[in-house]
């Protein structure tokens, strides 16, 4: 009877991290939702590293999505992890994550996204001194010179949507571009938003965004929620996505975190 007990023991797979911890199918914690975000979080998406405050635009999303899923605040707990455990194969110690994860084909493979809750639009920088420093509009931008690592979306955009009288300066790669706005071989430099907030606050001395372009929708990264594969909870919280969409809620919390908050206004 030992034998044969130990032999049913040995071919039992072992509960799954999720199943393991919580009373509630799918849920890593009872009662609690329990959600990802990097270490550290930065500005704006999380402001002062610290989400659970509900300041910064993937902090408010997230406390918007436990909402939808019938979480009060104080229900939701936060954990941290590097970008690349968070869609690594495998449990999870999160019901969900966030930190800018775009939604591609390959990391479908390895976890469950949501449904979009964020599509990057482009961006204008440019650094102190430039002849683009006072630029309000996409009017101030077309006699000055605007660059764009080619074969991108920055650079059709501004083929498209800017067009400069100069036409759109092209470079190898945007580390070329930063070097030419750097040394005011151009005056200002398109990337996508999330590339915006890191070169201006981490790479560019006086580094400063001048604005959003309006979005030109398919045509940037689209940023998803990572839950587990095959998670139970995964309709459920893409049907909270698509209803905080539906609600105008994510359009919202996109103008008060990216565009005021971050001084990243939409030109016109």
Not at 13 to 38: D, N, R
């Amino acid at each position: 009877m030992v034998a044969a007990l130990a032999a049913c023991a040995s071919t039992s797979p072992p509960p799954s991290a999720s199943s393991a911890s919580s009373g509630l199918p799918g849920f890593v914690t009872a009662g609690k939702l329990t959600i990802g975000t990097g270490q550290p979080a930065y500005f704006p998406w999380v402001i002062d590293d610290t989400p659970q405050s509900g300041k910064g635009f993937e902090s408010a999303v997230a406390y918007a999505v436990a909402d939808k899923l019938g979480f009060a605040k104080k229900d939701v707990v936060w954990v941290r992890s590097t970008f690349d455990q968070a869609i690594a194969p495998g449990d999870k110690d999160f019901d969900f994550n966030l930190q800018q994860f775009s939604i591609t084909d390959e990391r479908k493979a390895t976890v469950d996204f949501s449904p979009s809750y964020y599509e990057t639009t482009q961006a204008v920088i440019t650094i102190k001194g430039s002849k683009a420093e006072n630029a309000k509009s996409i009017s101030d931008l077309r006699g000055i010179l605007i660059g764009a690592q080619t074969g991108t979306t920055s650079f059709d955009a501004i083929e498209k949507q800017i067009k400069p009288t100069a036409g759109a300066q092209a470079f190898n790669s945007n580390d070329d571009a930063k070097l030419a706005l750097k040394s005011g071989t151009i005056d200002a430099l398109v990337v996508d938003l999330p590339t915006a907030f890191y070169l201006t606050g981490a790479e560019l001395d006086g580094g400063k965004i001048i604005g959003q372009l309006p979005k030109k929708s398919g045509t940037g990264d689209q940023f998803g929620l990572v839950l587990a594969k095959g998670s139970p909870l995964t309709k459920k919280v893409a049907a909270a996505v698509d209803a905080l969409r539906a609600d105008g809620t994510l359009d919202r919390l996109a103008t008060t975190w990216l565009a005021s908050s971050a001084d990243a206004p939409v030109l016109k």
